[in-house]
């Protein structure tokens, strides 16, 4: 049997800042699944973080991760010791366990940055950047939740209209028509059933 459907606007001004396991960051989250599970209880999470300066990114054992940069001068990483430069809206993929730094970040108030993690196991997902002008409709399939976020440009969801950094959030078949011109960012997450 099929959970509900739901479509959910998750609005920037209604997140709340919160500072980074490591202290070398702030976060954000938009969306995670179960509700309330912390850092620690997590089958997903999707949040936006600032980087506030060259900082070792905290470990996550067991988490496979996505990170878009979303600043117009992207990031710069270091994954176990490789060098890696994420062009705006491009996404490097990693496990949590790697040792992951920010390093030439030159403006903690532009360094932003989209972190999807999924529960190895439990969840697999996908992150990328699409643009788009007119009308839209998305739909995550059955077993699948899809969050698709602002990133530049508005969108319109019936009377609602979203701009930078909102989000709506589709869960079990949800489905929804968008209007507008924007980029956004689309994270699927299907649970892997055993």
Do not use: K
Not at 18 to 28: D, F, I, K, L
Not at 92 to 104: I, L, Q, S, T
Not at 179 to 190: D, K, N, Q, S, Y
């Amino acid at each position: 049997m099929s959970e509900p459907c739901a479509v959910r606007v998750l609005t920037a001004a209604s997140r709340v800042a919160e500072p980074w396991r490591n202290g070398g960051g702030v976060t954000s989250e938009v969306a995670a699944r179960p509700i309330g599970g912390g850092p620690a209880g997590f089958d997903w999470r999707l949040s936006i973080a600032t980087v506030a300066g060259d900082n070792p990114f905290s470990g996550y054992p067991g988490v496979d991760r996505m990170l878009m940069a979303i600043s117009p001068q992207g990031l710069d990483l270091v994954d176990g010791g490789v060098p890696v430069h994420l062009g705006q809206f491009d996404v490097h993929r990693f496990p949590g366990e790697n040792e992951v730094a920010a390093v030439a970040v030159t403006s903690p108030t532009l360094d932003l940055n989209l972190n999807l993690m999924t529960r190895r196991g439990r969840c697999a997902g996908s992150l990328r950047s699409v643009h788009f002008s007119g009308l839209w409709t998305v739909e995550a399939g059955d077993g699948e939740d899809l969050a698709l976020v602002v990133l530049d440009g508005s969108l319109r969801l019936g009377e609602r209209t979203l701009t930078a950094l909102d989000a709506v959030l589709l869960e079990h078949a949800g489905r929804a028509q968008l209007e507008g011109t924007a980029r956004v960012a689309l994270a699927r997450v299907a649970r892997i059933r055993h």
